[in-house]
């Protein structure tokens, strides 16, 4: 009897079985055409399946680098800056080279901190006067009104633990311009002077101080009477958490006319202004803006950046 006859013809049947499976693995002859099963032996589909060529990769690739530099290059595209001396042949327009005086005026008074001599009143006596040079040629068609607020308070902040920010004295630097005939209706725009301790502000918010003052001049000057009234509050508390605007908004007596406001804010060393922040239930606005800027540019991406 010999035992190792039912192996060996298991292991023939084996090997008959992979011999055959390798077999059916590749083409019974060197002329058949590999083609995987779902696709039906149709040569044209499977060309189509391939990996796309070199040629057609680089062309994608040019093509969405040329849409980006295209993009780049819009973003840096201004409006010619006006000088001083183009004033006369330019009425009503926004003159850069009296707007960055401004701004190396401000700054020129360094680093001005909450509670300091230079923001407390060096900065307030600078906006105070240029405000008031700007009143003594402005039109009659329009009612001015400047008024300097000093505030007191306290608010709670959702902020790590939770805290209380209290504040006394804090200076607000209010200017109100409008129709001859009140109106109960106003626009606030919004910008701040005080800084950060070591920075003397030329960023944030020195340059939108001097936006806010050379559209008060222009408006100022314009002989077309404004329907409702127009709220420029330079607050000088807000590096301290919006200490001067809570002032405001809750205790001053304009507070209750504003149906929409502006704020001009800045965060890092340059570049052009971009619209990052709007209220989901007012798109007139939005609309107002497209129609109002030469080049107007909006980004949500910077609303998460800055909400992160």
């Known amino acids: 009897m010999n035992i190792n006859r039912p192996s060996a013809i298991i292991s023939n049947k084996i090997k008959n079985t992979m011999k055959e499976g390798l077999r059916l693995r590749g083409p019974r002859n060197k002329n058949a055409h590999i083609l995987p099963k779902h696709y039906g032996g149709n040569k044209e589909i499977y060309k189509f399946s391939l990996p796309l060529s070199s040629s057609i ?97 306290a608010f709670t902040l959702d902020f790590l633990d939770g805290m209380t920010n209290v504040y006394k004295n804090v200076q607000n630097v209010i200017v109100k311009i409008g129709p001859l005939e009140s109106s ?53 508390a807000e590096e301290n958490l919006m200490q001067a605007s809570h002032g405001f908004i809750t205790q001053h007596k304009w507070a209750k006319e504003i149906r929409a406001f502006i704020n001009l804010e800045s965060c890092g060393a340059g570049g052009r202004e971009i619209l990052f922040q709007a209220g989901p239930e007012n798109p007139w606005l939005m609309e107002a803006y497209s129609k109002a800027v030469p080049y107007p540019l909006a980004s949500s991406l910077a609303q998460e950046v800055f909400q992160s």
């Open 184 to 236: 109960p209706h106003s626009l606030l725009l919004n910008c701040h002077f005080d800084t950060v301790a070591d920075s003397p502000g030329g960023s944030d918010d020195g340059a939108s101080c001097a936006v806010m003052l050379e559209i008060l001049r222009i408006i100022s000057q314009s002989d077309d009477p404004l329907i409702h009234n127009i709220i420029f509050l330079f607050n000088g």
């Open 57 to 153: 990769f680089f062309s994608v690739l040019f093509i969405l680098l040329s849409v980006y530099y295209t993009i780049i290059e819009m973003e840096k595209i201004l409006p010619t800056p006006l000088m001083i001396e183009d004033e006369l042949n330019n009425p009503g327009r926004f003159i850069s080279e009296r707007a960055l005086n401004h701004v190396l005026n401000l700054t020129s008074l360094g680093p001005r901190p909450v509670g300091s001599f230079e923001n407390e009143v060096l900065a307030v006596n600078f906006l105070t006067r240029e405000i008031n040079s700007m009143f003594s040629k402005a039109k009659k068609v329009h009612r001015v009104s400047i008024d300097i607020q000093r505030t007191s308070g």
